[in-house]
């Protein structure tokens, strides 16, 4: 293990030196300019017709180029811009010549949406570092959208500023008006101020053609990187003022059985706030205090029968916007390790990881809450004038209490959540124009335990790390590398149980390099990686290298499934852009990988060939293949012993319709197979539609069906100590239905409905028993247990094993077991969202939900949707409005 963690820092040191050393000056590119007039008095007036005065001696800016879909060829239609400012706005206009001003399309969608309009955007590099931007676009009927671009080619879709923006339609095509207040930008007070900028325009009739100001190839990398320059700037004094959003709300919960009952209804208010404050450094505070995330869309339904988390996507808009500052990544790519991160915000709010412990028989019922409150959180984010990021975050969450009501009218509780403190704190620093970037990081979460009875959390996480990125040889080439460490501490029992934890099983009896210790009170652990490729032109190169250590646990504040494991990949991919006959664009991709434990086990062993096209009527299709060679399991015996898993294959295709039409389609599927006869077909066809360019209606089944011949089941005891690992086959048969609606009445109202039905059942079968766990073989890894010795009651629970059918159990099962299984689900999500000013909205929700399981086999989606119908469900009604206040 001290060899791999040699390996990793040597690597991360030395190789960048290198590469550095070996740096070739970056070619001169003579990017545009454009310069800002001062308006001296002269007053426009954002309504979208650029027929004010102050408009009219701006010299204008043209010559757009396309990036898409021909390359570097001039725009289909003109475009000019001016730009101009007062003491506290700046102000773009943009005139859009179209020659037929009748196919203008301009979709009327809730802020922030895309949708296949004719946009303008400008795009602002305050900062001037050439990685970092502040973006605002309007189509062609007025939608607005921001965005902040970070990291030269990534962006936070999240990032939400108060500006004004209109537009309008004539016979020489549109126009579009941008007023952004110069407090809603970051940058370092100067006397004279060059930034970095760039506008472009979509027109998405002629094959999505994206037409660019100041013009970078596809052969080119980066993105801000690329950007023109602003100059003319002088005498700035942007004020900073403190906005406060102040939010009252109220609610009311209800099952349907509770209808007539009011006295029963479960009512609540509540009162928080929204703070931000910006510094003339270019740091800005945001916090709140009782934040309340009612408007937010629940998570989709899943039935989980893996021993793994499942990994979910921040939606609460404190967490996402900025959120990326805050990030410290673990993976790469897209595959299973592209989530790992030491700041998973999903954390903070968490639902409670305690249970309700009961003290009497009699339980009336139990009342626990499905959240952990947030009772303040705040973060410090911007760039100094220096080229340091800086991100620094704390959050304190409420200790929650389980209660348990009685028949004979007495209660219990106990602390099924502690009192949490999360603290974060991140700093990256630009060198060579943002071409090479070194940063940390350090997150602790401390936990209150005092007076609990859940000691078997642990106390305290730390965690950190250190990450480069470096462009080298004109930006084509690229370094990505990080290492991090983590230290838990706590009570025996927290270690021991972090030990146990599927993600690393020191347990395991074949594992050397693992061992138990149950008088340990912390635990460590080490990752890292190293990536190095090309990312220029039409042919891409990225190899590389993670590491996790089987003592690494970041999930307290980050999120990774599993450690003990060492991972290489090699990815080749070709880009062909110039449109042709048949095709506009295509690609193609080919990748390597392998997996070992820290002990030199091999886990996997594969490669896959996947590509995607678009055609010149844009229908899009794709698909891949993909072959693993099998090799050790560390985790299907929960704890026991590796076992030998099988080769296999998957094959995946899409085919998707011209997005751009108001009926438009996608089906994909995939089939999997192994050496073990286990196979699974997916299927999910989707349906979209906009009857009208402000309603828009999507439909999105998804089928699933598979045959496993060894699902897990149990671990089993005997008379003598024995183990005994007990898998089985298993038909599972799930589908689910999601329908959207969503009706935009103007820029500022907009109803949202969202509903989602889940069935699942699955019939357990032909149980069997791990024989030899290192054989290829299935029927030698195996011993199979007819159903004769099977033990089971009325309800389909196992409960053991007869294997001589005398009435005495051999084996019995550790933990509850059921023949078959069968769950479904109902939610839906209704939001009328009204922004009455200017950064000032309100919020009428209705959620419902309902959800029934039971122990028998029973698949049949349209008799379990009557049912979920009629089922008693839980409701709740809710009212929130906020008010931006400018102090």
Do not use: C
Not at 586 to 592: Q, V
């Amino acid at each position: 293990m001290k060899y791999v963690r040699n390996i990793i820092v040597l690597l991360w040191v030395f190789l960048p030196l290198l590469a550095w050393s070996s740096q070739q000056a970056k070619a001169s590119k003579q990017n545009r300019t454009s310069s800002a007039i001062r308006l001296n008095g002269s007053i426009i007036v954002i309504d979208g017709r650029l027929n004010d005065k102050g408009w009219k001696k701006i010299p204008r800016q043209g010559d757009f180029l396309q990036r898409n879909p021909e390359d570097g060829f001039p725009s289909s239609q003109e475009t000019e811009f001016a730009v101009a400012y007062d003491s506290e706005h700046l102000y773009v206009g943009i005139r859009a010549y179209d020659d037929q001003p009748s196919k203008i399309t301009g979709i009327l969608t809730r802020r922030d949406e895309s949708s296949p309009s004719d946009w303008v955007y400008i795009s602002i590099d305050s900062y001037h570092d050439h990685r970092t931007a502040f973006e605002f676009g309007l189509n062609a009927a007025g939608v607005k959208q921001d965005l902040r671009r970070y990291d030269d080619n990534s962006a936070d879709f999240d990032w939400d500023a108060v500006w004004e923006g209109a537009v309008n339609q004539d016979n020489k095509g549109w126009t579009a008006e941008f007023a952004i207040p110069f407090r809603e930008l970051r940058f370092n007070g100067a006397e004279g101020l060059t930034w970095g900028l760039n506008v472009y325009r979509e027109i998405p009739r002629n094959n999505n053609e994206l037409a660019i100001w100041n013009h970078w190839s596809h052969e080119e990398t980066g993105f801000v990187s690329n950007y023109g320059e602003l100059n003319g700037l002088t005498g700035i004094q942007a004020k900073q003022p403190v906005y406060i959003s102040p939010y009252i709300l109220g609610q009311t919960g209800f099952n349907d059985a509770q209808i007539q009952k009011l006295s029963d209804y479960n009512n609540a208010a509540n009162i928080g706030a929204d703070i931000r404050k910006s510094f003339d450094v270019g740091i800005t505070f945001s916090g709140t205090i009782n934040p309340d995330f009612g408007q937010v869309e629940a998570d989709p339904a899943e039935f989980n029968l893996t021993e793994f988390e499942t990994y979910f996507s921040e939606k609460r808009p404190f967490f996402m916007e900025g959120g990326n500052i805050l990030n410290f990544s673990l993976g790469f790519g897209d595959g299973d390790n592209s989530a790992n991160s030491l700041f998973y915000s999903r954390r903070i709010g968490r639902a409670p990881q305690g249970y309700a412990i009961t003290q009497q028989a009699d339980v009336l019922s139990i009342n626990a809450p499905e959240q952990t409150r947030i009772l303040a959180a705040g973060k410090l984010t911007g760039k100094l004038n220096n080229g340091l990021s800086l991100g620094i975050m704390s959050a304190a969450t409420a200790e929650e209490k389980a209660t348990v009501n009685y028949s004979d009218g007495s209660q219990s509780q106990n602390v099924i959540e502690p009192a949490t403190t999360f603290l974060l704190a991140r700093v990256q620093q630009d060198y060579r124009e943002g071409m090479t970037t070194i940063g940390g990081i350090v997150t602790a979460t401390l936990r209150d335990l005092d007076g609990t009875d859940i000691n078997w959390l642990r106390e305290q996480a730390l965690t950190g790390g250190l990450d480069l990125t470096h462009n080298f040889a004109e930006r084509k080439y690229l370094i990505q590398s990080s290492l991090a460490f983590s230290h838990v501490k706590g009570s025996k029992d927290a270690i021991l149980n972090a030990q146990l934890h599927p993600s690393r099983y020191f347990q395991r009896p074949d594992a050397p390099h693992l061992s138990v210790d149950t008088n340990a009170t912390s635990l460590s652990g080490y990752g890292g990686k190293f990536i190095i490729g090309k990312s220029s032109g039409k042919l891409n190169v990225f190899t590389g290298f993670l590491a996790t250590s089987p003592g690494l646990e970041i999930n307290d504040l980050g999120f990774m499934r599993a450690v003990d494991n060492i991972s290489e990949f090699i990815w080749v991919g070709y880009r062909h852009w110039e449109p042709g006959e048949l095709l506009l664009n295509y690609s193609l991709n080919f990748n390597e990988w392998a997996n070992w434990t820290f002990g030199g086990e091999l886990k996997s062993f594969g490669g896959n060939v996947n590509g995607n096209a678009t055609f010149t009527n844009n229908w899009r299709i794709g698909g891949g293949i993909n072959l693993n060679k099998g090799g050790i399991v560390p985790y299907h015996l929960r704890g026991g012993p590796s076992i030998q898993g099988p080769d296999n294959m998957s094959i995946w295709a899409f085919i998707g319709s011209d997005s751009r039409r108001s009926l438009n389609t996608m089906i994909s599927g995939n089939y999997f197979a192994n050496g073990d006869d286990v196979t699974s077909v997916n299927l999910s066809p989707s349906l979209n539609w906009r009857p009208k360019k402000n309603i828009s209606l999507s439909l999105g089944p998804n089928f699933n069906i598979m045959h496993d011949t060894w699902a897990w089941i149990t671990t089993m005891a005997d008379s003598l100590g024995g183990t005994h690992y007990i898998f089985s086959g298993l038909k599972l048969a799930q589908t689910s239905l999601t329908f959207r609606a969503d009706i935009t009445l103007s820029t500022t109202l907009s109803l949202q409905y969202y509903t989602q039905a889940f069935f699942t059942g699955g019939d357990y079968h032909d149980f069997v028993e791990v024989d030899d766990h290192t054989a290829k073989d299935f029927d030698h890894r195996f011993t199979h247990l007819p159903d004769d010795q099977l033990q089971f009651d009325a309800i389909g629970v196992l409960g053991g094993v007869d294997f001589d059918q005398d009435g005495t159990i051999d084996y019995w099962p550790t933990s509850a077991v059921y023949s078959d299984f069968n769950y479904k689900e109902l939610t839906s999500n209704m939001v009328l969202r009204w922004e009455y000013s200017t950064g000032s909205v309100m919020y009428l929700v209705w959620s419902r939900g309902a959800a029934a399981a039971d122990p028998f086999w029973e698949f049949n989606p349209g008799e379990g949707l009557r049912s979920l119908v009629d089922l008693d469900a839980d409701n709740i009604f809710l009212i929130k409005v906020n008010k931006l206040l400018n102090i």
